[in-house]
């Protein structure tokens, strides 16, 4: 399961600095993925929608992996100050998925690491 911003969110920013895999955007920005550029009308590679925020900061579900692999939990969960990392009901994934998508993201984008 990715996690998503919710609308309680600050714009603090703590965030963002802790994803390992650079899934967190402040709102308005583009995201990019294996060397490709995505704006709000682009659709994801995975097929994921309504993530995109123009107003907070928001989470990319094809980069998000909950942390697997580099911590024993979501890091911008762990140091949001309103707690408004949470699961994303619209993108539930095993353990075992996100392990795979780790994987996968080390193959297309390696750079994207932090
Ligand atoms: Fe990044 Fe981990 Fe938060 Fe997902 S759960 S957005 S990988 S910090």
């Known amino acids: 399961m990715a996690i998503y911003?919710?609308?309680?969110?600050?714009?603090?920013?703590?965030c963002e600095p802790e994803c390992?895999?650079?899934?967190?955007?402040?709102?308005g920005a583009n995201w990019a993925l294996g060397g490709?550029?995505?704006?709000?009308?682009d659709a994801a590679p995975s097929g994921a929608t309504g993530y995109w925020s123009a107003d907070y900061f928001y989470i990319v579900p094809d980069k998000c992996t909950e942390c697997a692999t580099f911590?024993?939990?979501?890091?911008?969960?762990?140091?949001?100050?309103?707690?408004?990392?949470?699961?994303?009901?619209?993108?539930?994934?095993?353990?075992?998925?996100l392990e795979k998508k780790v994987e996968y993201l080390n193959q297309i984008d390696p750079s994207r690491l932090r």
Not at 5 to 14: H, R, S, V, W
Not at 36 to 41: A, I, K
Not at 73 to 94: F, M, T
């Open 5 to 14: 911003i919710t609308t309680e969110c600050i714009n603090c920013g703590a």
């Open 36 to 41: 490709n550029t995505y704006g709000p009308d």
């Open 71 to 97: 911590h024993d939990e979501p890091q911008c969960a762990a140091v949001c100050p309103v707690d408004c990392c949470l699961p994303d009901p619209n993108h539930v994934e095993s353990r075992e998925e």
């Open 20 to 27: 390992p895999n650079t899934a967190i955007y402040e709102g």
